[in-house]
């Protein structure tokens, strides 16, 4: 069933169109991120579902409600922020308390929601303290405690995470995720953290400059990205893209002509053959760790310009025409700079695309 | 190395010694001293002497507490003072709440262009000399050619004799004083309402739709301490309100507007009796002192 819908959305600031017509609907319970790079228009987008932007064109639905024009407040979403914006007046039990109180709610049934959300999130000893006495892991508990204090029925989160280090990211993007399972709630994420998205998210929105690419499972959008943009975006580090010549088409198999390919070519199956023409380019998607060191019949034939080592793993950059090649191998091969490379990788991991980018 | 080469490098600068700093902190320190603090010890110091300008055969003798004793018990100057006080309390509210509904006006966003405009014509008011307010009050509430009176007769009144009736000179000097202290208090307010973080603001749009609560929640710990600095300083300000009232009302008519400021002139330059003044003026001074340490005890908070 669709709890939240978004009706060709759009919005325009003067001349300059931000978000250019997204639609997508989401089911009761799902946990929704939209994730793009700096610019793409996520934030804006959560914050019109949010209310605090106005919409442009086009309509939103909560729980088969047009709350379009609705006031935020009357929405009953709650947005955690990246800054974790906590009334600085207010001691921790106030902050949570806050949006109870507006709403008139009877003193007992607030103590009784906000000690439930401290115990959830283990804020009990803090609920005297001011959020300067508050580390940012516990500012960020804070936050989300008071939006789960008034039982919304849309958690918003705009990259709640970023202002955190490291270690406490993924403690807190655990805590999420457990949190989400609890309360069963619909929940739409933030974040220009790919590692978020995957780990989150039941679906992926990847956003570009104001349009959606592709929506699907994080396990969809790594197995058949629709185009170059997806398949960059996800997977660290980003996949592998080598533009090849078609050399002879036959049937559903391809032959693909490319200086970086071990003997200068490449034999593919698709059944997307017959799309293409002897003389276009396609592109060759490869991801760094489908790639494999020293096999037996090689793809790539590239020489080895640096290695990385990560203690368990090692990412080797290999010299190529454009972008350097990089392949992440188990272990720590015996290589040095200078040495030939020569990749393999199984011909279910190969990512074919047209010269427009989009999967073939 | 011997010590006298040592001790070469260090010999004496033309430029600069140990006085040098004295040389340059002189001029403020002079200027200061002369135009603050001498008078404030004369005064203190006339205050416990009788010291009629008029009477100088008599000498300047030292008197003690004679002089606040006079003060004290002087009945005109408790009703001098205690119409400050209401000359006060009806300035000040009128000028917070029309500033705090200029301030969040100005803080809605768009109409760029206008608001800058209206932010620098605030200014207009604050750069003005109060002798010169004084004196377009004068000009607004003249009897037979002000423009206040041609406004009331296009609602249909007949004219007001402003400033010779008590009631309408007193008005009329309240009047002159908000138009030229809201704007300050604008300013001050719209320098509170633009520290609140936005998503702070955002979050509580999210919890309550009522701009009132907003206000009273959000808002309002990032004003307090605006409000108390209005406060401190209006209330200097008005305790020592001269010129303006001056030009304008003379302090008259009657004692309609006879500010405390207004009196002790009235006693030091007029009367002579300076000693009497200067007691006057300290009391002055401590109350003001008082008023405004209460004000920082019992108002001012920091937010964060």
Redesign the interface.
């Known amino acids: 069933m669709t709890f939240l819908r978004l009706d060709n959305i759009k919005k325009n600031y003067g001349d300059a169109s931000v978000i250019k017509g997204v639609s997508f609907a989401a089911s009761k319970g799902e946990f929704v991120v939209f994730v793009g790079p700096s610019g793409c228009g996520k934030s804006t987008l959560l914050r019109m579902i949010a209310g605090l932007e106005d919409v442009s064109e086009g309509q939103l639905y909560i729980d088969g409600k047009d709350v379009t024009y609705e006031e935020p407040a009357k929405r009953e979403v709650s947005m955690v922020f990246q800054s974790y914006a906590l009334y600085p007046h207010m001691n921790v039990f106030e902050n949570m308390a806050f949006g109870l109180r507006m709403a008139k709610r009877p003193e007992a049934e607030i103590r009784a929601q906000v000690m439930e959300a401290a115990r959830i999130l283990q804020l009990e000893a803090l609920l005297e303290r001011k959020p300067r006495a508050l580390s940012g892991g516990q500012r960020q508990r804070v936050a989300i405690g008071r939006s789960i204090v008034r039982h919304p029925k849309l958690f918003l989160f705009d990259e709640p995470l970023s202002n955190l280090d490291a270690e406490l990211r993924s403690q807190m993007r655990v805590e999420i995720a457990k949190l989400h399972r609890s309360l069963g709630a619909t929940m739409v994420y933030v974040t220009h953290d790919q590692v978020e998205a995957m780990t989150l998210a039941d679906r992926i929105v990847v956003l570009r400059a104001g349009l959606v690419e592709q929506i699907g499972s994080p396990t969809e959008l790594y197995d058949k990205p629709a185009n170059t943009f997806v398949a960059g975006f996800i997977g660290s580090p980003k996949m592998n893209f080598i533009n090849a010549k078609v050399s002879s088409v036959s049937g559903t198999g391809l032959r693909l002509d490319h200086p970086a390919l071990a003997g200068g070519s490449l034999g593919v199956d698709t059944p997307a053959a017959a799309r293409v023409k002897v003389g276009d380019t396609v592109i060759i998607g490869l991801r760094p760790e489908h790639l494999t060191v020293g096999a037996a019949d090689p793809v790539l034939s590239l020489t080895l310009d640096f290695a990385e080592s990560l203690g368990g793993s090692t990412q080797l950059y290999a010299r190529s025409e454009g972008e350097p090649v990089i392949a992440l191998t188990a272990g720590r091969p015996e290589l040095k700079p200078g040495d030939a490379l020569k990749l393999g990788i199984a011909p279910r991991h190969i990512y074919l695309f047209d010269a427009a980018g989009l999967a073939l | 190395m011997s010590e006298a080469m040592r001790a070469a490098p260090t010999k004496p600068n033309r430029g600069y010694g140990r006085w040098t700093p004295l040389w340059f902190l002189a001029p403020a320190v002079l200027t200061l001293f002369l135009i603050g603090i001498y008078p404030t010890i004369f005064a203190l110091v006339t205050s416990f002497r009788r010291y009629n300008i008029t009477r100088p055969r008599e000498g300047f003798p030292f008197v003690g507490f004679e002089n606040y004793v006079a003060v004290l018990t002087d009945s005109t100057f408790w009703s001098s003072l205690l119409l400050t006080a209401k000359f006060y309390v009806t300035v000040l509210p009128i000028q917070v709440v029309l500033g705090l509904i200029v301030a969040l006006l100005l803080h809605k966003p768009g109409m760029g262009l206008l608001k800058s405009l209206a932010r620098v014509t605030l200014v207009v008011p604050l750069a003005t000399t109060y002798a010169v307010v004084g004196l377009i009050g004068r000009l607004i509430f003249n009897r037979d050619f002000g423009v206040a009176n041609q406004f009331l007769s296009f609602a249909g009144f007949g004219p007001v004799d402003w400033l010779s009736t008590p009631g309408g000179a007193f008005a009329a000097i309240v009047i002159m004083d908000v138009w030229q202290w809201t704007p300050f208090c604008a300013l001050i307010f719209l320098a509170g309402l633009s520290m609140v ?1 936005g ?2 603001e ?9 701009k009132l ?1 907003l206000l009273r ?2 808002q309002l ?1 990032y004003l307090l301490p605006g409000l108390t600095a209005v406060m401190i300083l209006r209330s200097a300000d008005v305790l020592k309100l001269f010129d303006m009232v001056f030009v304008m009302t003379r302090g008259g008519p009657g004692s309609a507007t006879d500010l405390i400021s207004i009196y002790i002139q009235r006693v030091g330059f007029r009367i002579f009796d300076l000693g009497t003044a200067s007691a006057q003026a300290i009391l002055l001074l401590i109350i003001t002192i008082v008023i405004s340490r209460l004000y920082i005890r019992l108002l001012y ?1 920091e ?2």
């Not at chain 2, 955002?202 to 009522?210: D, G, K, M, P, V």
């Open positions: 973080p998503e702070i955002e979050a509580a749009r999210l919890e309550t739709s009522s609560a929640h959000v710990p908070r937010v964060q």
